[in-house]
């Protein structure tokens, strides 16, 4: 019976916005887990969270001792919520710790990074995860039907676009972000085109933005378009910023077109096709993302989003930086 199913305990390391205004909540409406723990350098987080979320002292870690989470059979999936310049070292520690992962995208700021993390959780026997939440979510999946069951026909053009009015923190910091809002909105344009063609792009060619803050964006661009190209003669057309709010997925097919709008936000997602709106029944992303999850744990299956595919994406976004710098059309 689906109620006798053992509950997972999951254990967030870095308690940040995300954790806090999006996982945190989510992990009370999950099935298959729940929050079991948290790793934070911040004692005021520690307590706040502790009291919010009924966690024992012994489920609180710091990143001091986070290898002493080993010993407590409470955990058994950690959630890497951190700056992505620190996804590597703790994915392949939690790993260490004989931890399944999650890590949040982008996956690292290397291939080799990449590379690394995957085989440290393999030789541990543990199961690797990258946070696409859009895979879950109703309307990125009607779009992915549509385009793989060819309603309209064969895919012909995609364009997508990720944009934000404004970034800080963290992200602005090019050693601790691996690069501006290409690798952090960015990348869902990117893995939107992979999952709407199915297929994986054989070139990028792509240009900066005009920089209009340099003193804020001396180290990362503030701004960027790029076209990726398919075998089969498809385009796919993507910007994204730090400057500018932008924020939809279309696709125009032989008989038609669909598309959401706003297409990547965590909630309030829209859609249509040239035969009307898309009438979708909403969910929690996050929830429905540490579920599934969870139950490939349980069941013994892979996961939906796993280690290889947040490698490919950072493949593509290091090849598109290098055509932006260079000007050239570079193969993947």
């Keep these: 019976m ?92 939690a790993a260490g710790a004989g931890k399944h992962v999650i890590c949040e995208k982008p996956m690292a700021i290397s291939v080799e990074e990449c590379d690394s993390m995957i085989a440290a959780c393999k030789n541990a026997g543990v199961m690797l995860s990258i946070g696409y939440r859009l895979h879950f979510d109703p309307f990125n999946q009607e779009m992915m039907r549509l385009a793989n069951e060819k309603v309209y026909g064969e895919v012909k053009m995609i364009s997508a676009s990720h944009g934000l009015s404004s970034a800080e923190g963290w992200r602005l910091n090019k050693e601790l972000s691996g690069g501006g809002p290409l690798v952090d909105v960015g990348i869902y344009c990117v893995n939107a085109g992979r999952y709407i063609t199915n297929m994986e792009p054989v070139a990028v060619r792509a240009v900066e933005g005009q920089i209009k803050d340099k003193r804020k964006f001396n180290t990362i661009e503030e701004s960027l378009t790029w076209t990726m190209e398919y075998e089969n003669g498809i385009i796919s057309r993507c910007s994204a910023s730090y400057s500018e709010y932008g924020n939809h997925l279309h696709v125009d097919a032989e008989n038609g077109w669909f598309e959401i709008a706003p297409a990547f936000s965590y909630s309030g997602l829209k859609g249509k096709t040239s035969d009307g709106k898309l009438d979708i029944i909403k969910n929690n992303h996050q929830a429905a993302q540490m579920d599934d999850f969870a139950l490939s744990i349980i069941e013994k299956r892979p996961t939906t989003v796993p280690g290889e595919m947040g490698k490919q994406d950072v493949k593509i976004l290091h090849a598109i930086y290098r055509s932006m710098k260079s000007g050239n059309r570079v193969e993947i």
């Excluded at 710091?62 to 994915?91: C, Q, S, W």
């Design 2 to 93: 689906e109620g006798e199913i053992k509950k997972l305990g999951v254990a967030l390391v870095g308690l940040g916005n995300y954790s806090e205004g999006q996982l945190g909540p989510a992990l009370k409406e999950t099935r298959h887990c729940y929050l079991a723990g948290i790793v934070t350098g911040s004692d005021k987080k520690k307590e706040k969270w502790k009291n919010k979320y009924n966690l024992p002292d012994e489920n609180i870690y710091g990143y001091n001792n986070f290898e002493a989470i080993k010993d407590n059979r409470d955990i058994d999936i950690v959630y890497i919520v951190l700056p992505n310049a620190m996804h590597a070292e703790y994915t392949i520690r």
